[in-house]
């Protein structure tokens, strides 16, 4: 079992093309860790937006009766992934890691696989 911190610090050296990583409790929007980001990326804002888009996904699957968890979600921009990984392990319920990579550098396939494992060792 690891800390938040060492998670994020997990997720941002593990992960190729790591730009910045968070945790956040999709309740309150709040991040209760951030690392990396920069003046091109707000993490703490980008924490409260994806609030919003975990919300509406989660209401959106209640209102067709889809019974099943969201494991992650992605959004593509034209030089980024970003990746939302729900917590779904040991008091994790409200909270999803959020993680953020350079397109060019990452390879989404292995970042969802190393995400998963990084959630999967989280300590809350």
Same mark, same amino acid.
Do not use: C, F, P, W
């Given at each position: 079992m690891v800390s938040v911190e060492t998670s994020l610090k997990e997720a941002m050296t593990s =992960?190729?093309?790591s730009v910045?990583?968070? !945790? $956040?409790?999709?309740?309150s %929007? +709040?991040?209760l860790? +951030?690392? %990396?980001?920069?003046?091109?990326?707000?993490?703490e804002v980008?924490?409260?937006?994806n609030t919003d888009v975990i919300r509406a996904k989660t209401r959106t699957m209640e209102m067709l009766g889809i019974k099943e968890d969201i494991e992650d979600v992605?959004?593509? !921009?034209?030089?980024?992934?970003?990746? =939302?990984?729900? =917590?779904k392990s040991r008091g994790g319920n409200g909270l999803f890691l959020?993680? $953020? !990579?350079?397109? *060019?550098?990452a390879n989404l396939a292995m970042a969802r696989h190393q995400l998963k494992r990084i959630e *999967?060792?989280?300590e809350l």
């Open positions: =992960i190729e093309g910045g990583a968070a !945790l $956040v409790d999709y309740t %929007g +709040m991040a860790g +951030m690392l %990396g980001g920069g003046k091109d990326l707000n993490l980008a924490a409260a937006g992605l959004i593509t !921009l034209g030089t980024q992934y970003h990746l =939302i990984r729900l =917590i959020y993680i $953020v !990579l350079d397109k *060019a550098r *999967a060792e989280l």
